[in-house]
């Protein structure tokens, strides 16, 4: 038994058994602490406080006496001094210290970009609190490094979680960061390289990959995006058949933005074969045979056999829609002559829609930077919901630009037939951690939100947990000249405490945010 434990132990028999019911006194502990608990508990009025008032004694001299394991190793070298500057306003600090230990993702996002524009650092006492924040999101580690200072990558280079931040230093050579580096500093170095040297970019991916886990071959590879171009066909051909599922798919989503290269000439070719023209009275129209049997060459080409079992599609359908999702999307509007509207109301006539539908939709998202994209994005969203669509829209949106998306949302903001707080979803899902919403939908949002029909706004968030659930992360989303409309935001005295909780937060980003935002104008 522990010194800690057994200082304890005297109080266990009676708190187990209640005070009421056990006759002995309290026992008596040696020394000060003991003179101390006997002048406590002597002026309890009962015997319930006095084992209290005896536990909060006991805690507290069991902290203020508390000691560290003694440090063995060598000390670590002196933090230097930091160039950066830091904020030193009290109340913007003190609300900067909330946002890391219980604001929602996004305002961390937006702390991080404020504080790296004004070119200024995190008070070292939110260090261990961003950092550890880091550690829990990998979407949030590329924001962190700019403004952790010079004493925040010395801290994270002490503590092995931390050590994503640390990497080796900002100014060490390149093959230094890219043999010793974080995986993030080799994500950073790859990216640079691959714009000014696709080339060599290529080549480093190629000979590094055989020693990398799935996780990171898959996240290098898509460097390859930027400066895309035939050359890097062969190697993408080869990780058709690598180990890892997601790499396959990163491979094949790249070889679809280049409709030159072997594999996704011979996915048209096979589609070609499955699709003529056949004249009807005095029109012709395209008809479409799904394949009746599997080829023999499938197989290599990342085609299975055997429907899942618990697949929608039939089994020739099937074997289409894995055809559809390796034929690049400009093929169709090449080979048909059909724009992607026309194409998607030819499919819905057809008896493969569901089929045709999916695979197009997977095409769209494995190769989001083709230059069809925009336009079946549009005739996609048209469309939905529509056989095999029965996913939310948001993901389809994500790839239009925010201006776009934006007009979308406005038209369903300003009709009836969306509910808010399913359209509010639907606009979180699609907008990315680090972006804004305009001022003029901000401003229409936040009016739509206090201004609902037949319900008080009180009511709403009361009745209706999805928007309530959501209201926090929209005040970090929303444009900061629209938070004004929403301070204060609406109370009532019946109010649930799930319900303050809720409000209590969504209160406290808003006054983060302007804060922020008066403090560091983006």
Not at 13 to 25: K, L, T
Not at 173 to 184: F, L, M, P, Q, V
Request: charged fraction near 20%.
């Amino acid at each position: 038994m522990s010194a800690a434990t057994g200082i304890w132990a005297p109080l266990l028999p009676v708190a187990m058994v209640g005070s009421e019911r056990h006759a002995a006194a309290l026992p008596s502990w040696p020394g000060a602490v003991g003179a101390l608990l006997a002048q406590s508990t002597a002026a309890a009025p009962d015997a319930a406080t006095a084992v209290l008032r005896a536990c909060a004694v006991l805690a507290a001299c069991s902290q203020a006496g508390a000691q560290g394991a003694a440090w063995a190793g060598e000390l670590p070298a002196p933090c230097a001094a930091d160039p950066l500057p830091e904020p030193r306003h009290p109340g913007l600090c003190a609300q900067m210290a909330w946002a890391w230990q219980e604001g929602p993702a996004r305002l961390q996002h937006e702390l991080c970009g404020l504080l790296a524009r004004a070119g200024q650092r995190l008070p070292a006492e939110q260090l261990p609190a961003a950092l550890e924040q880091g550690r829990r999101s990998l979407a949030l580690r590329p924001w962190l490094p700019p403004v952790l200072g010079t004493r925040g990558l010395w801290l994270a280079a002490q503590h092995d979680d931390w050590r994503y931040a640390a990497g080796v230093a900002a100014e060490a050579a390149d093959e230094t960061r890219w043999t010793e580096g974080s995986a993030e500093q080799r994500l950073a170095l790859l990216a640079r390289e691959r714009a000014q040297d696709p080339a060599a970019a290529r080549e480093r991916l190629r000979l590094a990959l055989p020693e990398l886990g799935a996780k990171e071959r898959a996240e290098l590879l898509g460097t390859l995006s930027l400066n895309l171009g035939d050359a890097d066909a062969e190697l993408l051909d080869g990780l058709r058949a690598d180990r890892s599922r997601e790499v396959r798919q990163q491979a094949l989503g790249l070889l679809l933005c280049l409709p030159a290269a072997a594999h996704p000439s011979r996915a048209a070719q096979r589609m070609a074969l499955l699709l003529r023209q056949e004249r009807a009275l005095l029109l012709k129209r395209w008809v479409l045979h799904a394949p009746e049997a599997v080829g023999e060459d499938w197989k290599a080409d990342n085609l299975e056999a055997t429907r899942p079992q618990h697949e929608s599609l039939g089994e020739r359908a099937w074997w289409l829609y894995q055809l559809v999702r390796q034929v690049p999307l400009g093929w169709w509007q090449q080979h048909t002559q059909m724009a992607p509207k026309d194409l998607l109301q030819w499919a819905a006539a057809s008896d493969w829609a569901e089929a045709l539908l999916r695979g197009w939709r997977d095409v769209l998202f494995a190769a989001p930077a083709a230059a069809a994209v925009p336009d079946w994005c549009r005739a996609l969203l048209s469309a939905w919901p529509a056989q095999g669509l029965r996913d939310e829209s948001s993901a389809v949106l994500a790839l239009l630009p925010l201006a776009e998306r934006e007009q979308h949302w406005q038209r369903q903001l300003a009709g009836t037939n969306l509910g808010l707080s399913t359209l509010l979803s639907q606009v979180l899902a699609a907008l990315p951690l680090q972006g804004q919403l305009s001022q003029e939908f901000s401003l229409a949002v936040a009016d739509k939100l206090l201004r609902r029909p037949l319900q008080t706004p009180d009511a709403a968030l009361r009745d209706d947990y999805l928007l309530r659930s959501l209201l926090p992360d929209l005040c970090c989303a929303l444009h900061p000249a629209a938070l004004a409309r929403l301070e204060p935001l609406p109370r009532s005295e019946d109010e649930t405490a799930s319900l303050a909780n809720t409000l209590h937060s969504a209160t406290q980003v808003i006054a983060t945010r302007r804060a922020l935002h008066a403090s560091f104008p983006n």
